[in-house]
């Protein structure tokens, strides 16, 4: 049953039902037709005509259809309605609700609500529409008014598909709407954030308000980015959606800068999750080096368990400091391994130095492909357990060989066979 109001709470609602007030972005009253969609990752309170303290009325014919770009869950805590005509018999001239998979059909069905009913729905149980529609059937004859119902809806962010003709990006750009460039907004932390990501250790404002994530334009390649504000105590972790299947085989590119290069503005890590809830369970694949400007990078996944999350973790720094994230894209992994900033760091005239980055530790060789004219064309392997630069020596021609053209003449990629 639910809680009856005060004698006071009772002349207010005769004053002002609830049925047209008190509605909020949250909270869903079925006392019309209506349809809504349900925000991924978000849950909202559910309650008949009569709100959380009130009965339904009587004569109540109401059909609620809601949506989602994922999956809908229902669940009741309360639930009562006028008793059938005797136990476990299912009348529909008695007060009943139908809660459906899609469109009302037979087949959709997913359970009925009706107190006495011998299959009416148990509270404490959630109820799924995995086709992301969600329609809710409710009627009340002119008799017995009764307290209804308090339940929870809930949008489940589906796992996203990433296969070879489909990738997943977040460039965070269509929420410049809520953005606020204020590296401390006064909107904090109602700010929405990138949707289906969850946090860790994200400060819901209160003392100390540290670390921080939302959304600004500051720093952003374009729109906006995801901004990570350290707190010198706790590390903040970011993590992406669920993906289908597992994520071993897939990378991962982004980009990202500190504020500053300092001990104090803090490292960022990137690595999977076997729980999204503990973080004991994050194993780092790659560690980012501390970089003033707009830096792309990437990580691969080439053991990760069945079922792990691809996270962020920003942590080392202290109290205070910023770090951006953005145009974050998960696709499959190409059968070779590019390198990590493949650069020309040292030119003469007849020699070109070659640098990259390693990317972890499981590439065993790397080969290089070179040019030193355009009727020349060489290649060779490269241990890279020893090396991580490489460089081209008597070149002969040196019209060939600018700044410019020998980083883009000179590419580098993993030796087949050789990527563990």
């Given at each position: 049953?639910?809680?009856?109001?005060?004698?006071?709470?009772?002349?207010?609602?005769?004053?002002?039902?609830?049925?047209?007030?008190?509605?909020?972005?949250?909270?869903?009253?079925?006392?019309?037709?209506?349809?809504?969609?349900?925000?991924?990752?978000?849950?909202?309170?559910?309650?008949?005509?009569?709100?959380?303290?009130?009965?339904?009325?009587?004569?109540?014919?109401?059909?609620?259809?809601?949506?989602?770009?994922?999956?809908?869950?229902?669940?009741?805590?309360?639930?009562?309605?006028?008793?059938?005509?005797?136990?476990?018999?299912?009348?529909?001239?008695?007060?009943?609700?139908?809660?459906?998979?899609?469109?009302?059909?037979?087949?959709?069905?997913?359970?009925?609500?009706?107190?006495?009913c011998s299959y009416s729905l148990v509270t404490g149980t959630?109820?799924?529409?995995?086709?992301?529609?969600?329609?809710?059937?409710?009627?009340?004859?002119n008799a017995t008014e009764d307290a209804g119902w308090v339940?929870?809806?809930?949008?489940?962010?589906?796992?996203?598909?990433?296969?070879?003709?489909?990738?997943?990006?977040?460039?965070?750009?269509?929420?410049?709407?809520?953005?606020?460039?204020?590296?401390?907004?006064?909107?904090?932390?109602?700010?929405?954030?990138?949707?289906?990501?969850?946090?860790?250790?994200?400060?819901?404002?209160?003392?100390?308000?540290?670390?921080?994530?939302?959304?600004?334009?500051?720093?952003?390649?374009?729109?906006?980015?995801?901004?990570?504000?350290?707190?010198?105590?706790?590390?903040?972790?970011?993590?992406?959606?669920?993906?289908?299947?597992?994520?071993?085989?897939?990378?991962?590119?982004?980009?990202?800068?500190?504020?500053?290069?300092?001990?104090?503005?803090?490292?960022?890590?990137?690595?999977?999750?076997?729980?999204?809830?503990?973080?004991?369970?994050?194993?780092?694949?790659?560690?980012?080096?501390?970089?003033?400007?707009?830096?792309?990078?990437?990580?691969?996944?080439?053991?990760?368990?069945?079922?792990?999350?691809?996270?962020?973790?920003?942590?080392?720094?202290?109290?205070?400091?910023?770090?951006?994230?953005?145009?974050?894209?998960?696709?499959?992994?190409?059968?070779?391994?590019?390198t990590g900033t493949p650069r020309c760091v040292e030119l003469?005239?007849?020699?070109?130095?070659?640098?990259?980055?390693?990317?972890?530790?499981?590439?065993?060789?790397?080969?290089?492909?070179?040019?030193?004219?355009?009727?020349?064309?060489?290649?060779?392997?490269?241990?890279?357990?020893?090396?991580?630069?490489?460089?081209?020596?008597?070149?002969?021609?040196?019209?060939?060989?600018?700044?410019?053209?020998?980083?883009?003449?000179?590419?580098?990629?993993?030796?087949?066979?050789?990527?563990?």
């Amino acid at each position: 049953m639910k809680i009856k109001p005060s004698l006071f709470l009772l002349l207010a609602t005769l004053l002002t039902p609830w049925a047209a007030n008190a509605q909020d972005n949250n909270t869903i009253i079925l006392n019309e037709n209506k349809n809504i969609t349900i925000q991924p990752g978000q849950t909202y309170n559910f309650y008949d005509s009569g709100g959380p303290d009130n009965n339904y009325g009587k004569e109540e014919d109401y059909t609620l259809t809601l949506t989602c770009d994922g999956y809908i869950t229902i669940n009741f805590s309360q639930f009562q309605t006028e008793p059938t005509i005797s136990s476990y018999i299912c009348s529909d001239s008695r007060d009943y609700m139908l809660i459906y998979d899609g469109e009302v059909s037979d087949d959709n069905l997913i359970t009925r609500g009706q107190t006495g009913c011998s299959y009416s729905l148990v509270t404490g149980t959630d109820y799924m529409a995995a086709s992301g529609i969600m329609t809710i059937k409710w009627k009340s004859n002119n008799a017995t008014e009764d307290a209804g119902w308090v339940a929870t809806i809930t949008g489940v962010c589906a796992p996203v598909v990433v296969n070879s003709n489909s990738v997943y990006t977040e460039n965070f750009d269509s929420y410049t709407s809520h953005t606020n460039n204020a590296s401390s907004p006064n909107t904090y932390p109602n700010d929405p954030l990138p949707q289906c990501w969850q946090f860790i250790n994200r400060s819901d404002g209160s003392y100390p308000p540290y670390p921080k994530a939302f959304l600004t334009s500051n720093y952003a390649v374009s729109g906006n980015c995801l901004l990570l504000n350290s707190s010198g105590v706790k590390d903040l972790y970011a993590i992406l959606p669920q993906f289908e299947g597992n994520i071993s085989g897939y990378q991962l590119t982004f980009t990202y800068r500190n504020y500053g290069t300092t001990d104090g503005d803090g490292t960022l890590y990137v690595g999977y999750m076997t729980n999204p809830n503990d973080t004991t369970t994050f194993v780092q694949t790659l560690e980012c080096p501390k970089r003033a400007a707009l830096t792309t990078k990437a990580a691969f996944f080439l053991q990760a368990p069945q079922g792990s999350y691809i996270a962020f973790k920003y942590g080392d720094g202290a109290y205070d400091y910023d770090l951006y994230i953005d145009d974050v894209v998960v696709s499959v992994l190409p059968s070779c391994i590019p390198t990590g900033t493949p650069r020309c760091v040292e030119l003469s005239a007849h020699t070109a130095k070659l640098s990259w980055d390693l990317v972890d530790a499981t590439q065993t060789a790397w080969e290089v492909e070179y040019s030193t004219s355009p009727e020349f064309a060489g290649s060779l392997t490269v241990d890279a357990t020893t090396h991580e630069d490489f460089s081209l020596r008597t070149l002969l021609l040196k019209r060939h060989i600018t700044p410019v053209s020998v980083p883009n003449a000179a590419m580098m990629i993993p030796a087949r066979g050789a990527k563990r």
